[in-house]
């Protein structure tokens, strides 16, 4: 029998679950309300919350992404990936390999890889990933990355050049994220700019608009 086919990244706003940012709410609650705004894609981003409780917040945000028909990656942790049955993973430079990670995962579920250019997306592609994050496009503070800020136009060519979907992460909002669709990115990542909002759910809904309209060149 063929295995089951993994879902496909859906295209548009990739929202990062994250815990380093806006530390005072919940993880739950955050992806509750980026839910409530309509979220397809949730990335659960844990770097400063215990095991334990990683793996409880995993099987919750899993259970609420599923409820919701919204994808739920895993950053890093291919073990939680695994015991919450999240639909796949985003590694790095400082993670298992996307090799790796894929012998673990299996067929079935979705593997990220983060890359700076056309060519780390082709070995990408090699070692199993189904799409490439690509950054940091414009200057961040949430996270000191070891690479040049790429800008648009950087942005744009490893977009023509990458064989696998990109998504562009690193310093976009509500200001640029129609640009980042223009681009030809299939998925613009954020953080602090959904974080940081006083209404989350609304910020989706207006990120997410964003990126439509500047897609179809609005
Ligand atoms: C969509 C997306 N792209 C890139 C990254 C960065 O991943 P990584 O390089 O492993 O860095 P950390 O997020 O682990 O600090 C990402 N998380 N998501
Ligand atoms: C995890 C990560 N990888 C490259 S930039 C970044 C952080 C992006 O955060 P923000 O959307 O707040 O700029
Ligand atoms: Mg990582």
């Known amino acids: ?45 844990m770097k ?14 899993v259970r609420l992404c599923r409820r919701a028909g919204a994808v739920c990656l895993l950053n890093d942790r291919v073990d939680l990936a695994l015991l919450a049955d999240a639909d796949g993973v985003h590694v790095g430079d400082e993670d298992l390999p996307a090799e790796a990670a894929r ?43 070891p690479a040049p800020v790429l800008g648009l136009e950087g942005l744009a060519r490893v977009v023509t050049d990458s064989p696998l979907p990109v998504v562009g992460i690193g310093g976009v909002g509500l200001e640029n994220v129609g640009r980042v669709a223009a681009s030809g990115a299939h998925g613009a990542a954020v953080v602090s700019d959904v974080l940081l909002a006083q209404d989350l759910a609304e910020r989706v809904r207006l ?4 990126f439509e309209r500047g897609r179809v060149g609005g």
């Open 207 to 210: 990120l997410t608009a964003a």
């Open 48 to 61: 400063r919350t215990p095991v334990r409780e990683a793996l409880s917040v995993a099987r919750e945000v």
């Open 103 to 145: 012998a673990l995962l299996g067929p079935g579920r979705l593997v990220g890889v983060t890359v700076r250019d056309a060519e780390g997306a082709r070995a990408a592609r090699e070692a199993g990933a189904d799409y490439v994050g690509v950054g940091p496009v414009f200057g961040t503070t949430t996270k000191q990355v």
């Open 1 to 45: 029998m063929n295995a089951p086919p993994r879902p496909l990244l859906p295209p548009g706003l990739y929202l990062l679950c994250d815990d380093t940012v806006r530390v005072d709410m919940p993880l739950v609650l955050k992806a509750e309300r980026m839910l409530a705004g309509g979220a397809r894609v949730v990335q659960l981003r």
